[in-house]
C-alpha cells in the first residue's frame, strides 16, 4: 500500500516562532488533507488540498502532486498550536475512499 | 453547524459485554467509515460504508461490525470486547463531492 512519511517527528519551538512540517508520499493520491490533533485527543481538519496552495490566518500548506510532497507553514507559532499534526492522503481502491495517515509530527510550543 | 457527533467520548467496559459506539453525520454525506487510533500503529481503517446498507471491511475489522441503515447513522458494533480493542476510536465521513473527511471527536475505549 501507499507509504507516507512525516517530518520532522518531534519539533519543539519558541512562542512566535516559524515552522515547516513535511508530508511525503509514495504513490498518486485522490487528494490530502492536513489535520492537527489537539491534547484531549480531537483532530482538526487543518487543509484540503490536493495540489496548489492554502492559506488560512497563520497556516498555509502547499502540495505539489507531481512531486508527491505536501508542506505545513505555521507562523507566528502559540502555544494553542501544540499537539501531533498528521497528512492523510486518500486512495480509492474498489470505491473504498481510504484515508492513509502519516505518523505525525509531534510540535511543542514553549511560552 | 456541519459536524460528525460520536458517543460515547469515553466508555469503560468489561471483557464480553457488547457496546455500540454511536456516529451521525449532519451533512448528507455518502461516505463514512470508522478508525481506530494506537501508539505507534497510527490510525487504521475499520469498516466503511459507500452509502446506506453498503458496508465494507477496512484495515482491521476483526471484532467489530457495522450497520448503515440510514444515511445520517453508521453505528459500530463490538459484539465481545477484548483488551485489545482498547483503543481511541474516530468516526469519518465525506461527501463525492470530494471537500476532505470530517472527523467526529473520538471515543476513548478500553476494556478491562
Known amino acids: 500500500g501507499i507509504q507516507v512519511e512525516q517530518s520532522p517527528p518531534d519539533l519543539i519551538l519558541q512562542e512566535g516562532a516559524n515552522s515547516t512540517l513535511r508530508c511525503n508520499f509514495s504513490?498518486?493520491?485522490?487528494?490530502l488533507q492536513w489535520f492537527h490533533q489537539n491534547p484531549w485527543g480531537q483532530l482538526i481538519n487543518l487543509f484540503y488540498i490536493p495540489s496548489g496552495t492554502k492559506q488560512n490566518g497563520r497556516l498555509s500548506a502547499t502540495t505539489v502532486a507531481t512531486e508527491r510532497y505536501s508542506l505545513l507553514y505555521i507562523s507566528s507559532s502559540q502555544t494553542t498550536d501544540s499537539g501531533v499534526y498528521f497528512c492523510a492522503v486518500e486512495t480509492t481502491n474498489f470505491g473504498n475512499e481510504k484515508l492513509t495517515f502519516g505518523t505525525g509530527t509531534r510540535l511543542t510550543i514553549i511560552p | 453547524e456541519a459536524q460528525v457527533t460520536q458517543n460515547p467520548r469515553y466508555l469503560i467496559t468489561v471483557t464480553g459485554k457488547k457496546l455500540t459506539v454511536t456516529c451521525s453525520q449532519n451533512m448528507n454525506h455518502e461516505y463514512m467509515s470508522w478508525y481506530r487510533q494506537d501508539p505507534g500503529l497510527g490510525l487504521r481503517q475499520i469498516y466503511y460504508?459507500?452509502?446506506?446498507?453498503?458496508?465494507d471491511k477496512g484495515d482491521v475489522p476483526e471484532g467489530y461490525k457495522v450497520s448503515r441503515k440510514e444515511k445520517r447513522n453508521f453505528p459500530l458494533i463490538l459484539e465481545s470486547p477484548s483488551p485489545n480493542q482498547t483503543s481511541l476510536y474516530f468516526c469519518?465521513?465525506?461527501?463525492?463531492?470530494?471537500?476532505?473527511?470530517?472527523f467526529g471527536s473520538g471515543t476513548r475505549l478500553t476494556v478491562v
Open positions: 504513490d498518486s493520491v485522490n487528494n
Open positions: 460504508s459507500m452509502n446506506v446498507e453498503v458496508t
Open positions: 469519518a465521513s465525506s461527501s463525492y463531492t470530494r471537500l476532505g473527511y470530517t
